[in-house]
Every structure is written in C-alpha cells, then in structure tokens.
C-alpha cells in the first residue's frame, strides 16, 4: 500500500517548533512519509507546498494563538484549490474553548498538550484510509499469547510448584485492587504465566473458583491495535465483555471477549506500554 | 602543607572581614537569623578546614570561582529580584497589568512582546496576521513603547526586555521614552535579551543571517558601554534551548559555547574584555529535576568563572560573575489537572534559589492552555513570596553546598559541558556549529527520548500519563481582545499620516547607509525612533541591506 503522505507546518510567526519536529518524527516512525516546512509559513504557501506534495494530511502547530485566525484559513485556501480532501489535523497551546470553533471550520481533530504521538498517528491513518474507501480490517493475527492466567485460591501454595519445581522466576506480585486479585507474573519464553489468587468473597475469580475449581482461567493474546481489533470482532458478530479497553496490572489497556463466543474459554486482549514490550 | 593550610585559613578569615565591612555598608535584613527553635543560623556553612579542594571546587561566596554564589551575604543582604514576564494585547493593557504587578509588590518589569515586534514586522503587515498582541504586546513606534511605559518611573524600577533580533530597536525607544520622562541613559537600567545565537538554535525570531546579527549585537555592547552603563546588554539564554528538549547539560554547554562566541565577537571589533564583560547576563531554565538542577546553576558559575579567567584573562570580578535570571520550566506544565502546575512551578523555583538566582519567573498555573489570567499571574508571583519570606532557605549562603551528592553533579556537569565546549571549538565557534544545525540535532534528538519516555510510562507525568482524571474541569482562561489588530492598525495608519514624513525617510535612509559602511548603528537607530519610525520600517531597511536568515 502506497505510504500516507503528511505536511507538518508551522503557520504564523510562531518560532516553538519541539512539537512540531517531535510529531514529525513520530509520524515518521510510524510509517508515514513526513514533509515539515520549518517556521513561518503563510496559509498559502502551506496549501502550495500540500499541494505540491501531493500529501494525504496537513498537521499545522501552533502555539501563539494565532490558530483561530490561521487554521480556518488553510481549509478554505485548500477547498478554493480543488484540494478540499486533505485532512487537517492541528495542535499546540489550543484552548479547549476554541476547539468547537477549529471543528466546525473543517479542522478534523485537535490534538491538545498530552496527547500520545501514537494517537494522532491512528487518527491521520484511519481518517485517510476512511476517505479513499481502503479497508481497514486487520488481516494480522495477534502478536503472541501474551501471558495464561491461572486461578488459585492461594499464591503462597501455589508458587513453589512454579518457583521450585519448574525454576520460573517471579518477576512481580501487584494488587488490582479493582479486579479483586493479587496477581504474579512468571516469564517464560516470550510469554508469562500469570497466577491469580481472589481478594475476598465478591472477586470475579472467587466465583470462578467456587464454581470450577482452581485451573486455567483465561489465554491472553498481545495485541496492539485492540481497538479496531474490538471493532471489527464485533461487527463479525463475536460477543464481547470489554466494547473498549479498559486499564489492567502494569497500565496494559485489556479487553476480555465473551467465552460463549469462543468455544467456553475467556479470551483477553492486551496491549501493554512499550517498555514492557520484548 | 601547614603553611598552606594556614594559607586558606586566613583567606577565609580576610573574607569574613571584607563581608563584615559590606554588611555595615548594606546590612543584611536581620541582625541575627535564627531557626524557629531559637538556634543561630550561620552565613555560611563550611568544613573545619578549608583546603585546597575545598577553594578550587567551592570557594567562597563572592571570590572566584563563585560556585557558591556571587555575592558573601547572597539573599540575607538582599532577595533575588522578581520578574514577572508580561505582556498581551495593547501598550495600554499591558501598562495596566505592569501597574498591578508593581503595586503587588513585584520589584521589575519584564516585557513580553507579540511575534510581529520580536520579528521586525509591524501591525498591519500581510506577516502579522493573527499573531498581532498574541503572545505579548503590540509595539509599533515609540507612540506604543511611551503608552507601554505611562506613569513608570523608569530611574528605580529595572526593566528586562524579551527582543532579540530588533532589540537595539526597543532599546533605543526605551532610552528615549526615559529621556521625555527626564531620566537619562545613564540612569536606566535592565536586559535586553539580544541573544540571536539561541533563536537559530531554538527560539525561532530570528530575522538577519548570523553575521550581520553579531554586528548589531556588538553594536550595543559598544554603545551601552559608554553611554548606558547600568543596561545589561544581552542575557545569554539556556532557556529556550531547555524549552526546545534539551537536557541539563545540553542547556549549560550550548549557553556557554555561545556565550564565548560573543565575546569572541565583541573582542574582534575592538572591545576589551573588561569593558564589555560586566554587562554579559545569563538566563537559565528551572526545570524539575531538583537537585540536578542546583547543580547547574552553581557549574555554570564555576565554569564561567574559569572561561572568563583562563580563557579571556579578565581581571575584573563582575567580568568573572555568571548572573543569571531564572524563568521556570513552561514545558513541564501540564494542561490537565493545571492546579498541580502550581505544586511544580514552586519545586522548579525553589531549585533556582538553592542555585542563586539573581532574579526569577515564576509561571503560572494556565500557561499550557493560554496566556496567565490575572488571578493565576498573583499566585505565580506569591510562590516566589512564600519562598522568599517563609521557607527560610534565604537565611544561609548556599545552603545545599557541600552535600556529597550536590558536589559531584556539579563537578560531573561541569565536566560535560568542557567536553561539549571542546567539540563546538573544534567546528569552529557556536557560530558555525548553529550554522551547521549540530546543536539543533542533539536538542532533536534529547526531545524525541524525552517524548518517547512520557508516552512509554517510563518518565511520570503526574495527572497526564498517571493519576489521571476522566473528567477534566475546564479553567477559566484569558482572553485577547479579537478586535486588538483592527485597532492597532487603526492607530498605526494615524501615526503614519500625523509624523512629519520627511524626517522619518531622511533617518531611514541614514540608517540604510550606515547599515552598508561599518560605523555603530545604535545612534542612528535612536534617532530613527525619535522621529517615530515604526519597527517594520527600521528592520525592513536592515533586511534590505543585510538579507534574511531562512533556517537550514
């Protein structure tokens, strides 16, 4: 598939370009071929040089607070030039209060102080594969099986057939506190077994152990685009428990499908922050 | 070894005597400091025995090498200066809110200006749209720069000017707004920035190429040495290099590489060293890595110091002493959770005091959403106050000099930063290492880790990318007058046709042929403004005789 082309530009006499660079280069690392115009540049030689570039998307910053004045005007400069498909995305020091305003001017997001580099790259793809009609359904299975989650009534019992018998070496005990377990993690291999004990009577794995008896509880596969992945399982008609992600141990975003879909196991889909990654 | 023990001993025991002859001079704000539980607080903590480690590495505050601070009695003699950098919309409005820092108790002004006047074009220029009274005032002619300045006696308060590339053009409006208010050049005093060094690498206003910017910059330190001899001629500026992504030793190291390219510079026309070097001030960024940056303030001293001695064989003491106003860092203010900004700021600022700032920035809780309101300006200002005047860290000379930990980051700074100084000499000065983009690329480079570190979760921000809220009340924010372009147009078009027209093109085309031979052009400039030629038009002639920098 052709790469998604993008402009990065400077519009105004706004000369605080860390932004700008830092996304240009992050969109780059992503996959996407990036052009940055360095600073001031008027609204219309940003639409000359989108235009010469042929570029899918503009990525305008600005941090002076010129942007209600400069970004409607790069939309409408594009429409006049037949080139009202290029997506506008904007950034920078942007007052919550204005970004209705950048919206209905054709700005199609607006990316405050915060954001994730990765979100915004997600953004511009998805927004661009929507206009030219690409599909965007994922053809890649999940990376891994990301760790197996067992259930245990206690991990002080458990442990020692894993610490002393299998020589698994635990990395961690966490408390999540809102899922009412203790968790440990073991590594092996690129994956983790991952013991969970219940913290009191009300704990989903409490149930599950007064019904089925300690075992296997759930396979978790790693997964990095969990959110189109969630969209499109549901859209095949895969029930799910977990619509969107939700934050699980080590800051992973998880999304659990629904056993009756998959044959009685319990599916989880991970995606932890990248220093976890190996 | 006895005798040089003793050596040191009676050095320290003349230094007491000299600090005590000051102190009857300008006698500290107490007789006597003494903790809440009644115990005396010493001017300065040392080691039983001061050896020759002890003076090559620390010293004594005031004697070189001022790693412990410029001054023996530092902030028991007198509080750093608090400035509180401002400016939005008109000359008028910004006049009222100068007025209500200064009746708040702030003690200098610190002037902001929009992009338009930071780089040379005027109001109704096509450049200017949007961005007019944006990020600080609106200056067009010296009719803006006197509303700017109403009813400000410009004899006591200091002024600190953010203007780098026309800033022989603000100054020479402010030395004549002195001079109808009665006050004359020899009586003001404050900073310009004038720093052009730091706008290529990572401020962004710049207007001429490298050469002839070194030449105006060089053009002041000559004028203002004979005629304005309180004006600090250039602050010599880290902080936008920190903004930019920079780490702490990038910051100090490429300060510093550019600061030697000034002196460089001004010693090539024709200045000495003395002459010109008492008026070099510095401009650090007080970012959140506390205790590194103690450290940094206190190498830059040293290292200055050192540089000035060793490199330049200045002989006066104010040549050898690093100044330094410190602005906290704006980039570690969150947009979420702004409230936490203040809880920052006040870390960040207590850092530049444990480091010996002479004056401090303190910024505001609403800077990551838009510019500080009134009520959020106050309490940027009342941090600074509460340090001063309740924390009791003000009480002893550099408090935190000695501790093992402290000494050891600033000997391992320093050592960076000679490491970074040796490469930029060997590309051949500051000048050409900007002009070959190296600093702008390891800046690049430390940002884009920076940034990778926040996202990954391996670097915490707090309310950001943990402890997050999932409804995020949204703050009252300032606002800019919408209509403040039309006006200041409006404004703009009486001024052109009320001057006396020839007057005005008889000054420029003397600046245009000043700007073509070689003689100061600060003189020629004041007169320019005198006769209120706007700031477009003056840079407008320069960008005709001395052509425009595009980046690299």
């Not at chain 2, 020899?186 to 690498?201: A, M, P, R």
């Amino acid at each position: 598939m052709k790469k998604i082309r993008v402009l990065i530009a400077k519009p105004g006499l706004d000369g605080h370009d860390r932004g700008a660079l830092v996304i240009a280069q992050a969109l780059r690392d992503y996959g996407m071929e990036v052009i940055y115009t360095g600073l001031r540049q008027t609204p219309q030689q940003i639409v000359t040089a989108a235009i010469q570039e042929d570029v899918d998307a503009i990525g305008l910053s600005c941090l002076s607070g010129a942007h209600n004045e400069l970004f409607p005007e790069i939309v409408s400069l594009l429409e006049q030039r037949n080139a009202g498909d290029i997506i506008v995305v904007g950034g920078g020091v942007i007052p919550w209060e204005d970004i209705p305003f950048l919206e209905s001017k054709g700005i199609q997001k607006v990316f405050t102080p915060g954001t994730p580099t990765k979100d915004t790259a997600v953004f511009i793809e998805k927004a661009v594969y929507e206009r030219d009609g690409i599909d965007q359904s994922i053809k890649e299975p999940p990376k891994k099986i990301d760790h197996i989650g067992i259930a245990v009534s206690s991990l002080e019992e458990a442990l020692p057939f894993y610490v002393n018998q299998l020589h698994l070496k635990l990395e961690a005990i966490e408390e999540v506190v809102s899922e009412g377990v203790k968790v440990a993690f073991m590594k092996i291999g690129e994956s983790r077994i991952e013991l969970l004990e219940p913290i009191g009577e009300s704990s989903p794995i409490a149930s599950f152990i007064n019904k089925r008896g300690e075992g296997i509880h759930h396979i978790a596969l790693a997964d990095d685009r969990i959110e189109d992945r969630l969209r499109e399982l549901s859209e095949n008609g895969v029930k799910l428990i977990h619509e969107t992600p939700v934050k699980g141990a080590g800051g992973a975003n998880i999304a659990f499908l629904h056993p009756k879909s998959a044959r009685g196991v319990l599916y989880e889909l991970c995606d932890k922050p990248s220093k976890e990654a190996e | 070894m006895e005798t040089e023990k003793k050596d040191f001993q009676s050095q320290f025991e003349e230094w007491k005597a000299l600090t005590e002859k000051l102190i009857e001079k300008f006698p500290e704000k107490k007789e006597a400091f003494k903790t809440s539980s009644g115990i005396d607080i010493d001017r300065l903590g040392h080691p039983d025995h001061l050896d020759q480690h002890y003076m090559e590495k620390l010293g004594l505050p005031g004697q070189y090498p001022y790693t412990r601070g410029i001054q023996p009695t530092m902030y028991r003699g007198r509080t750093w200066t608090m400035r509180q950098y401002a400016g939005f919309g008109s000359a008028e409005e910004t006049n009222r809110r100068f007025r209500y820092l200064l009746d708040q108790g702030q003690t200098g002004l610190s002037v902001a200006f929009d992009l338009p006047t930071q780089i040379g074009y005027d109001s109704d220029d096509m450049m200017a749209k949007g961005e007019v009274g944006k990020v600080g005032v609106a200056i067009d002619s010296l009719d803006d720069m006197e509303a700017l300045l109403r009813d400000i006696p410009l004899d006591k308060v200091s002024t600190s000017m953010t203007i780098n590339a026309p800033a022989s053009v603000l100054l020479a409006m402010y030395i004549v707004v002195a001079e109808k208010q009665g006050v004359s050049q020899e009586q003001i005093s404050g900073t310009i920035q004038n720093d052009i060094l730091k706008e290529y690498i990572a401020r962004g206003t710049y207007i001429f190429p490298p050469k002839p910017s070194m030449r105006l910059i060089t053009d002041i330190f000559a004028y203002c040495a004979e005629y304005v001899p309180r004006w600090n001629t250039i602050s010599i500026s880290g902080y936008h290099i920190r903004e930019a992504g920079s780490t702490a030793a990038q910051e100090l190291a490429f300060t510093i590489a550019n600061g030697i390219a000034y002196v460089d510079a001004a010693i090539e026309t024709g200045l000495k060293v003395d002459d010109f070097a008492p008026r070099l001030a510095f401009f650090f960024n007080g970012h959140n890595q506390f205790l590194e940056e103690v450290a940094k303030f206190r190498a830059a001293r040293r290292i200055w110091a050192k540089i000035m001695k060793e490199r330049y064989g200045a002989k006066k003491p104010k040549s050898l002493q690093l100044r330094f106003h410190t602005q906290v860092a704006g980039s570690t203010l969150t947009a979420q959770q702004p409230d936490n900004n203040i809880v920052r700021v006040t870390i960040q600022a207590l850092a530049a005091v444990l480091g010996g700032t002479q004056s401090l920035h303190t910024n505001a809780k609403d800077e990551a959403l838009a510019l500080p309101t009134e009520d959020s300006a106050r309490i940027a200002l009342r941090t600074q106050q509460i340090i001063a005047n309740e924390s009791g860290v003000t009480d002893t000379v550099d408090p935190l000099g000695g501790s093992y930990f402290i000494e050891n980051l600033t000997d391992q700074l320093e050592a960076y930063v000679f490491d970074y100084i040796r490469k930029i000499d060997d590309m051949g000065g500051a000048v050409s290492a900007v002009e070959q983009g190296y600093m702008q690329r390891e800046i690049h480079q430390a940002s884009y880790e920076t940034q990778k570190k926040i996202e990954s979760g391996e670097e915490v921000v707090v309310g950001m990318n943990q402890y997050k809220l999932e409804d995020e009340p949204k703050p009252e924010l300032h606002r800019i007058d919408p209509e403040l372009q039309r006006k200041q147009i409006e404004k703009l078009e009486t001024l052109r046709t009320t001057r006396d027209q020839h007057r005005v093109s008889a000054r420029l085309e003397e600046l245009r042929s000043g700007a073509k031979g070689t003689s100061n052009l600060m003189p020629l400039i004041i007169n320019c403004v005198r006769d209120y030629c706007t700031v477009g038009e003056i840079c407008g002639i320069l960008r005709e005789e001395f052509g425009e920098y595009t980046g690299i």
